[in-house]
């Protein structure tokens, strides 16, 4: 490592500040603050990820750890869904199932626990919905509680450290992995860098860092197994992948893409393996109205939700035109069936021989296709395409992740309102980036052949 020039300290500081101002003194509604400081870092991002050197990389990375230590003890302030961890990690200290009942039947006279009371039911933003969070996150919500029993405040540190380690993990698997294909280990940068990552995964609080984490060690573990043929590298990429599964369940989308690559045979032993640690994982969560409840949230998931749609949006167009109402019943589970089928179809299409090189960018095609056809996609579901680009040739989810915190408008005007205007510019951009890179990707090889 070289000492770092004067604009690189210089673009740190920048970095450095805009974090600040993204994760203190902040509200969802504070939309110029938003967009200056974002708008800031990500041209930042951009330049020094852009023109960094392999010499840089131990300092960006340095800069990348600290950014997200910054973050460490600013209340999440973009997203409220920190008080729903708290309600269910409370619930679980208290010995009861928060996929038991509703909020609003622990206020019910009889049915009253210490620390849910109004004052944190008034804070929930779905009370009416029944909880949603895998297993990975109810044991840290229940974790985090139980090391800060009275304080919303002290429990959010606590997790604000778990993603923290999860994070620095991700990086160095990133290294570890971009140097197994022998592709730039200065990709890493596009993560470890981004601002959306920095703010919305430790600053916020969602567990998209811990399912990549697991994800990427999950893959890690596997490409072990292959060039070392050790039993227990392959038992334990089983393990991991189940991890990742019980921290958010889209990685479900990718494991049709590993029959071919290990073969029906071992493919049957790894999903045996990966089955298993799933099913100890939720064991703790599993109730007789478990299925009912957690089925009713997912169903209303599609059913119900909408938030910065696309394909979705376009139907749900058509369905006012055809219909004179929202057809979101319908269209939220059609689409998602057109998930299944096509993410299914590709990976039959696959042969046997399919290099595991190309792994990420199957996993890229699968979760491009559930976003696009997504009811609801927030900003930090972004992270999953962004650290897969990194494995190809393809930068659309880069720029997704900073046309995306376009949408922290809705919540400026005086009654949440989703500016339509803002979602339309947000696809336009991303789709006409997307659709470039893969023709230029095409000429390339027509030249080449």
Known sequence: MQFPRFHQLLAGLVMLLATLGLGYGVEQSSFVRILSCYGVFFFVYVWQ???????????????????????????????????????????????????DHLPVW????????????????????????YTIYPPVAQGLFAFSCWLSPNSVWGAALVMQV???????????LLLALLREWGLPAKRVLWYALNPLIIVEVVGNLHFEGAMIFFLLLGLWLLLRWRREGKGWTFVASAGAMALAVASKLLPLLFFPFLIRRLGWKRSLGYFTILGVVLMLSWWPLLSSTFLKNFGSSVNLYFQQFEFNGSLYYFVRWLGYQISGFNLIRFVGPILAVLVFVTITGRAIQERASEVWAELP???????????????????????????????????WPVVWSGMILLTYINYSYPEYYENLWIVGLEYIVVLLWGSWEVWTKKEANRTVN
């Open 49 to 99: 990820t852009r023109t960094a050197r392999s010499t840089d990389l131990t300092f960006w990375l340095g800069i990348a750890i600290l950014l997200r230590l910054a973050l460490v003890g600013a209340f999440p302030a973009l997203s409220d869904d920190i008080y729903r961890f708290v309600w269910d990690g409370r619930l679980w200290l208290a010995g009861q199932n928060p996929f």
């Open 106 to 129: 622990y206020l019910e006279q009889g049915h009253q626990l210490p620390g849910l009371g109004q004052a944190l039911f008034n804070e929930l933003n779905s009370p009416e919905y």
């Open 162 to 172: 778990f993603l923290l380690l999860m994070e620095v993990g991700t990086i160095f």
């Open 361 to 395: 960018g199957r996993w890229l095609f699968a979760i491009g296709i559930y976003l696009f056809c997504a009811t609801t996609v927030h900003p930090w579901y972004t992270a999953l395409p962004l650290v897969l680009c990194l494995f190809t040739p393809y930068r």
